[in-house]
């Protein structure tokens, strides 16, 4: 098995102008968001209420989405309101203000290097197919159970499934509808 599940714990929270910044994964290993010397970053921030002016990430891309309320961007004096798990791709150096409370998921990439993030709803399970690059698999809601070569692991709210080559099954414990977050990220 060539995964890894990172949990709330591993994470790195820090405070930023308009809430607070939970940084989920960095990579290279050892690369900073201060630096600006990494490839790419996987994030969620709080915005609190008001105008909240995200940093400049000048030599980027940027992908995010709202884990819970509309979130109401303003991106080059354009507005634009997007629903829940709407996916909003931008470049890094583009002014771009939050306007609503709301919790937000991030994937920053450098230009010139690959990268996505989508929203895969599902019932009762799904199965998927990792091959190369780095990929996560960000649970934002409801415990779910992955299942690699017969082998099930019980994963909460908020872990992150780190996949190179895998195949694997999610359940939902629940068996209802939900919802996971998939960003891939090519290095080479």
Known sequence: MDTKILKKSDYKMTN?????????LIYPKGSTLENRDFIFRVSSATCEEGENIFSDFTGYNRYITSLDNDLYLENQGKDHVFKPY??????????????????????????GFTGSLRSESFE????????????????????????????????????TIVAFDEEMVLE???KRSTKILIIEAEDD
């Open 16 to 24: 930023w102008s308009g809430g607070t910044t939970t940084e989920i």
């Open 86 to 111: 709407e996916i909003f791709s931008f470049d890094g150096e583009h002014s771009t203000a939050s306007k609503s409370a709301v919790t937000d998921f991030n994937l920053i990439i450098q230009k």
């Open 124 to 159: 009762d399970k799904i199965q998927l197919k990792i091959f190369g690059g780095h990929n996560l698999i960000f649970i934002p809601e409801g415990n779910i159970l992955m299942t690699i070569d017969g082998e099930t692991t019980e994963l909460e709210v908020f872990d």
């Open 172 to 174: 939902t414990i629940e």
